[in-house]
T-cell receptor, first 116, second 111 residues
Framework: NAGVMQNPRHLVRRRGQEARLRCSPM?????VYWYRQLPEEGLKFMVY????????ESGMPKERFSAEFPKEGPSILRIQQVVRGDSAAYFC??????????????FGPGTRLTVL | RKEVEQDPGPFNVPEGATVAFNCTYS??????FFWYRQDCRKEPKLLMS???SGNEDGRFTAQLNRASQYISLLIRDSKLSDSATYLC????????????FGKGTKLSVKP
C-alpha cells in the first residue's frame, strides 16, 4: 500500500512565477490536508479538503494561494506570483474517510519550494 | 500564548539515557493528542497517540494531564537512532480536523 505521494520533491521558481504542488493521498483516504513548514519553524495548517470540497481554508493566505482536490487525480496546491517568503517545505497529509477510523494523519515526503 | 509549546532543546544525551519531553497546550477543548517524530529534512511520522490513561509502546511512554493541559513523552534506554526532532501535536476538532504542531524538541543521542 503506497503511502502519501507528493511531487515534485524539489521545486525552484523565480519570483513572479507560479508553483504547482501535487499530492496523491494513501489508497482509501479521501481527506487531504496541506501544511507549510518555514525554515526552523513548526508545521502550520493551510487547508483541509475532501473530494471536490474545501472544508477548512482558515490557514491559507488570502492572496495568491489556492487548493483543489478534484474527483479524479491528485490534490493541487497552487501558488501564484511566488515571492521569496514562500520558500518552505509543503507537506500533504491524508486520513481515512470511514467513520470511526480515527484522526491519524499520514504525511507525504513534502515538496521543498525554493524561490530565487 | 502559543497553542502548543515545547522546549526547543537541544537535548544532548548519551546512549542508554532516559529523556523526557514536555508540552503544554492552550485550548482546554482539545480532543486528540499525538507525538510525531521528524528527521532532518523529512516528513513528520506518527510516533504514538496519547491517551488520558497514559500509554506505552516499547521504550516510549506518553502521558496526558487534561487538568494541567500537559503532555509528556518519556524515552528509556535511548538509541542513536532516536536522534530526531519530536513534535507535540494537538487536534482541536476530534476526527478529521487540522493538526496543531509545536515547534519540536530536538534530541541528539551520542555514543
Amino acid at each position: 500500500n503506497a503511502g502519501v505521494m507528493q511531487n515534485p520533491r524539489h521545486l525552484v521558481r523565480r519570483r513572479g512565477q507560479e508553483a504547482r504542488l501535487r499530492c496523491s493521498p494513501m489508497k482509501g483516504h479521501s481527506h487531504v490536508y496541506w501544511y507549510r513548514q518555514l525554515p526552523e519553524e513548526g508545521l502550520k495548517f493551510m487547508v483541509y479538503l475532501q473530494k471536490e470540497n474545501i472544508i477548512d481554508e482558515s490557514g491559507m493566505p488570502k492572496e495568491r494561494f489556492s487548493a483543489e482536490f478534484p474527483k479524479e487525480g491528485p490534490s493541487i496546491l497552487r501558488i501564484q506570483q511566488v515571492v521569496r517568503g514562500d520558500s518552505a517545505a509543503y507537506f500533504c497529509a491524508s486520513s481515512p474517510a470511514r467513520a470511526g477510523a480515527g484522526d491519524t494523519q499520514y504525511f507525504g515526503p513534502g515538496t521543498r519550494l525554493t524561490v530565487l | 500564548r502559543k497553542e502548543v509549546e515545547q522546549d526547543p532543546g537541544p537535548f544532548n544525551v548519551p546512549e542508554g539515557a532516559t529523556v523526557a519531553f514536555n508540552c503544554t497546550y492552550s485550548n482546554s477543548a482539545s480532543q486528540s493528542f499525538f507525538w510525531y517524530r521528524q528527521d532532518c529534512r523529512k516528513e513528520p511520522k506518527l510516533l504514538m497517540s496519547v491517551y488520558s490513561s497514559g500509554n506505552e509502546d516499547g521504550r516510549f511512554t506518553a502521558q496526558l494531564n487534561r487538568a494541567s493541559q500537559y503532555i509528556s513523552l518519556l524515552i528509556r534506554d535511548s538509541k542513536l537512532s532516536d536522534s530526531a526532532t519530536y513534535l507535540c501535536v494537538v487536534n482541536n476538532r476530534g476526527s478529521q480536523g487540522n493538526l496543531i504542531f509545536g515547534k519540536g524538541t530536538k534530541l541528539s543521542v551520542k555514543p
